[in-house]
Nanobody, 124 residues
Framework: QVQLLEVGGGLVQAGASLRLSCTTS????????MGWFRQAPGKEREFVAR???????DYTDSVKGRFTISRDNAKNTMYLQMNSLKPEDTAVYYC??????????????????WGQGTQVTVSS
């Protein structure tokens, strides 16, 4: 059974930094891309960023310049470095893996595997 394990959430003040990591137990589950989504209370899960196996990245506009996504293919691990955190970044952050190309990389349906999520809370 494929597992994606997120680590690194927590409670921080606005302006602080956090780094999330996601490790997969099966490289094929993330063969094409890995992504981060987040879900705030009462809201739908939304795209944050993704990194392709080749290293290409995409971000949602609200995190550009503040968040950096990367992956270490040798370690089957993806990272999300989050700087200058804002209260509106508060959410459960989910790691996702895509086994093949889909044009709608910002849609949850483009991903085949999901982690359980890690809470990020940013206080003002």
């Amino acid at each position: 059974q494929v597992q994606l394990l997120e680590v690194g959430g927590g409670l921080v003040q606005a302006g602080a930094s956090l780094r999330l990591s996601c490790t997969t137990s099966d490289r094929t589950s993330t063969a094409y891309a890995m992504g981060w989504f987040r879900q705030a209370p009462g809201k739908e899960r939304e795209f944050v960023a993704r990194v392709k196996w080749s290293g290409g990245t995409d971000y949602t506009d609200s995190v550009k310049g503040r968040f950096t996504i990367s992956r270490d293919n040798a370690k089957n691990t993806m990272y999300l470095q989050m700087n200058s955190l804002k209260p509106e970044d508060t959410a459960v952050y989910y790691c996702a893996g895509a086994t093949r190309y889909r044009a709608t990389y910002y849609d949850t349906e483009a991903y085949d595997y999901w982690g359980q999520g890690t809470q990020v809370t940013v206080s003002s």
